[in-house]
């Protein structure tokens, strides 16, 4: 919760949903910085910890000390030259650490509502023999991880897959993909308004049909790509 994608999202938690309890932990390694939390240190719905997901004792403690009731797993050790110069640290973190915070999820049983697993697009391979048909769309991209740092995260979600088919834990996976990368775009459909006006259109739920008024004002603002 202190790297730059956690950080952020710990930011707009706290922004958007004041009457949310943040629990963050954070090894603070070289991607984890607490200037990403300035100003929001000193919140009183925003506990921070230092600590390290492959401790699972720490983990199992925090989780049903603080009544833990989601889980948003960023934690991740991450690029390729870092998976090649020190690949045990990748099979820790981003296997063994995830193992972890499922295990400590399972012993919550009902009261975790929904495991969060950031994955990443390294999973997809993009040289693929006769090309990819464009638009680029995730179901048009093989999962074919390769090194080191796309293989370590592909386990992770093949254990949160496990856990949910087998104890029937609430899971959810996103694999983060760049925007741009040097000269190539990747043009996912998630990226667009008009995608999730489509996925919230039928809602009937309360917060889905009011995710939907969100995104319809935004459509009316002028905005295309989220």
Not at 34 to 40: I, R, S
Not at 198 to 211: D, F
Request: hydrophobic fraction near 40%; charge should be negative; include cysteine.
């Amino acid at each position: 919760g202190a790297g730059f994608i956690g950080g952020c999202f710990v930011r707009m938690v706290l922004d958007e949903h004041p009457d949310f309890r943040v629990i963050n932990v954070d090894k603070l390694t070289y991607a984890g910085n607490l200037e990403n939390l300035a100003g929001y240190m000193d919140k009183t719905n925003h506990t921070f910890i230092k600590g390290d997901i492959c401790n699972a004792i720490l983990m199992e403690k925090v989780i049903e000390d603080y009544q833990i009731d989601a889980i948003v797993n960023f934690a991740a050790e991450s690029h390729v030259d870092r998976s090649i110069d020190g690949p045990g640290e990748f099979i820790q973190t981003n296997v063994t650490g995830t193992f972890n915070m499922l295990e400590a999820a399972r012993e919550r049983g009902d009261a975790l509502r929904h495991f969060f697993y950031a994955s990443s697009d390294a999973l997809y391979s993009k040289y693929v023999h006769g090309g990819i048909p464009e638009p680029i769309h995730e179901d048009t991209m093989p999962v074919v991880p390769s090194g080191l740092y796309s293989i370590t995260k592909g386990l992770g979600e093949d254990l949160c897959l496990g856990y949910h088919r087998t104890f029937g834990l609430p899971t959810t996976i996103f694999r983060f993909a760049l925007a741009r990368a040097g000269d190539e775009i990747l043009d996912f459909p998630q990226f667009y308004l008009n995608h999730w006006l489509g996925v919230y259109a039928n809602k009937t739920s309360p917060t889905g049909q009011t995710v939907y008024n969100q995104l319809k004002e935004l459509e009316q603002s002028g905005v295309e790509l989220l």
